[in-house]
Structures are given as structure tokens and as C-alpha cells.
Nanobody, 122 residues
Framework: QVTLVESGGGLVQAGGSLRLSCTAS????????TGWFRQAPGKEREFVVA????????NYADSVKGRFTISRDNAENTVYLQMNSLKPEDTALYYC???????????????WGQGTQVTVSS
């Protein structure tokens, strides 16, 4: 069992930046791909970005390409999401999740965190 804890969310003005962290309780986390997903009020949860176990491969949703960067530090059991040039439409509850493959499909992710809120004001 792997417990994931997200942090780093908050309120920021449009154009600003935030860095989210996803820290795992177990080192076995380092064997998993990790994805970030988000859910805005009244909308379904959607894929944002994912990274494979080594950090050598990534996959971004078109809506965040060029603005968001995912990375991981396996020595710290942590995956980061650097978010720049934030827009009001990025406002959502952001979740990290761990799974066996690098994919944008939620069903392949086994472990989920509780989420961290990101609010971007215009």
C-alpha cells in the first residue's frame, strides 16, 4: 500500500506560478509511473501530465504543454509539478496518482492522493 500526499496548492493570480509536490510513504513508489489529474467544479476529473518511474518519459495534456513541467526525485519519493503562466481555467483540485504504466487513462492508476486545491484569480 502506498499513501500519496499532495502539497503546494494555493491561490495565485493569473500569470503566476505554483509548484505542487506528491510525496509517497513507501519507496516502492519509485517503481511506479505517476500522474497528475485535476477536477474543476462541475466537471469530470481530467488528465494533466504523467511521468514514468525513472523520469525519462513524460506525457502532457495539450492544455498545459509549455506551461507545466513534471519531474521526480526518487531519492525523496517525490514527484513535482511546476506550473507557470497559470490561467483561471487551471483552477481545480489537483490529484497525484501512481500506477504501473505511463498513461493518461485513470483506470491504470492504483494509488491516489487526496488532492490539493489550486485557485487562479483573473
Amino acid at each position: 500500500q502506498v499513501t500519496l500526499v499532495e502539497s503546494g496548492g494555493g491561490l495565485v493570480q493569473a500569470g503566476g506560478s505554483l509548484r505542487l509536490s506528491c510525496t509517497a510513504s513507501e519507496r516502492t513508489f519509485n517503481n511506479y509511473a505517476t500522474g497528475w489529474f485535476r477536477q474543476a467544479p462541475g466537471k469530470e476529473r481530467e488528465f494533466v501530465v504523467a511521468i514514468n518511474w525513472s523520469g525519462g518519459s513524460t506525457n502532457y495534456a495539450d492544455s498545459v504543454k509549455g506551461r507545466f513541467t513534471i519531474s521526480r526525485d526518487n531519492a525523496e519519493n517525490t514527484v513535482y509539478l511546476q506550473m507557470n503562466s497559470l490561467k483561471p481555467e487551471d483552477t481545480a483540485l489537483y490529484y497525484c496518482a501512481a500506477g504501473s504504466r505511463l498513461t493518461n487513462y485513470q483506470r491504470y492508476y492504483v494509488y491516489w492522493g487526496q488532492g490539493t486545491q489550486v485557485t487562479v484569480s483573473s
